[in-house]
T-cell receptor, first 117, second 112 residues
Framework: DTGVSQNPRHKITKRGQNVTFRCDPI?????LYWYRQTLGQGPEFLTY????????KSRLLSDRFSAERPKGSFSTLEIQRTEQGDSAMYLC???????????????FGPGTRLTVT | KNQVEQSPQSLIILEGKNCTLQ??????????LRWYKQDTGRGPVSLTI?????NTKSNGRYTATLDADTKQSSLHITASQLSDSASYIC???????????FGRGTSLIVHP
């Protein structure tokens, strides 16, 4: 399977615990994006990387959220001291760099569903 | 504030019928507009991408239109199939920055 993969697919945790999700992008893709999606809503942008550089992180929901992409390949999203409001689907996507038109095709993974009890 | 509004919120149609979904946006400056299909419990899949200069783009039975003057887009689905049952999400990206604005989606149910 050469698509975007995410692990785990489901995570149940107790309030206050830390969780970490992993995303493996399509191998030649330079850019990697993280989104959060709550029930009945569209995805909400969190952050993105170009290779190992995190180019935008102002939309991370709080300082409890952090993301890394240490070698420009896979990425991790960590949530510290989880709260019930963090329960959501966390989506990862990857793409090549935009072409001259500024357009790039973005491919999403299946998501990690987090439930905080 | 950038916003993307989609209508209707949900739609039920019979198999074989056509339907049209609407998207209005206030994102400025405009870079591009995408339509995604999202099956329950899965990540979104791109259907069409349009830039400012494009009015219409088709992908099989899916045809998207864009009116950049009125900041409106539509997605027309022809001869619907049961597999078209999904959420359809409109996404508008701002020129000069990556950050996209997603609509809440239209939930389409196709009945046999």
């Amino acid at each position: 399977d050469t698509g975007v993969s995410q692990n785990p697919r489901h995570k149940i945790t107790k309030r206050g615990q830390n969780v970490t999700f992993r995303c493996d992008p399509i191998s030649e893709h330079n850019r990697l994006y993280w989104y959060r999606q709550t029930l009945g809503q569209g995805p909400e942008f969190l952050t993105y990387f170009q290779n190992e550089a995190q180019l935008e992180k102002s939309r991370l929901l709080s300082d409890r959220f952090s993301a890394e992409r240490p070698k420009g390949s896979f990425s991790t999203l960590e949530i510290q001291r989880t709260e019930q409001g963090d329960s959501a689907m966390y989506l990862c996507a990857s793409s090549l760099l935009p072409g001259t038109s500024g357009i790039y095709e973005q491919y999403f993974g299946p998501g990690t569903r987090l439930t905080v009890t | 504030k950038n916003q993307v509004e989609q209508s209707p919120q949900s739609l039920i149609i019979l198999e074989g019928k056509n339907c049209t979904l609407q998207c209005n946006y206030t994102v400025s400056p405009f870079s591009n507009l995408r339509w995604y299909k999202q099956d329950t419990g899965r990540g979104p899949v791109s259907l069409t991408i349009m830039t400012f200069s494009e009015n219409t783009k088709s992908n099989g039975r899916y045809t998207a239109t864009l009116d950049a003057d009125t900041k409106q887009s539509s997605l027309h689905i022809t001869a619907s199939q049961l597999s078209d049952s999904a959420s359809y999400i409109c996404v508008v990206s701002e020129g000069g920055s990556y950050i996209p604005t997603f609509g809440r989606g239209t939930s389409l149910i196709v009945h046999p």
